[in-house]
C-alpha cells in the first residue's frame, strides 16, 4: 500500500498498518526485490524481523542484501498486503 522514508521500525511499522499493511518478513523483501525492484526506489527497507534487543533486519533494494540496523536508525519502509492463497 506505500513507502515511507526516514523513520524508526517501531514508526514505520504503525505506518504500515496505518496504510492496511504491514512491513515485510525478510523471504518476502527477497522477493519484493527479485520480483518487484524496478517500481521500489533504491535504499534500505525495514522488514518485520528482529535481530535481538535493539536490531532489526533491512533489506537493501539496490543489492539485495540483508543485513541489521539499530531500531533507532532512519530506514524507508514498504507496506505489503498478504493474501492468502488457496490449495
Not at 533491512?58 to 531500531?71: A, I, N, W
Amino acid at each position: 500500500p506505500g513507502r515511507r522514508r526516514g523513520a524508526m521500525l517501531e514508526i514505520v511499522g504503525l505506518a504500515a498498518a496505518d496504510a492496511g499493511g504491514q512491513l515485510p518478513s525478510r523471504p518476502i523483501a527477497a522477493l519484493l526485490y527479485a520480483n518487484a525492484r524496478k517500481t521500489i526506489e533504491p535504499d534500505w527497507y525495514w522488514t518485520n524481523e528482529p535481530e535481538g534487543s535493539s536490531y532489526a533486519w533491512s533489506c537493501d533494494f539496490r543489492y539485495g542484501d540483508q543485513y541489521g540496523h539499530r531500531r533507532s536508525a532512519e530506514g524507508c519502509a514498504v507496506a505489503v498486503r498478504l493474501i492468502p492463497l488457496a490449495a
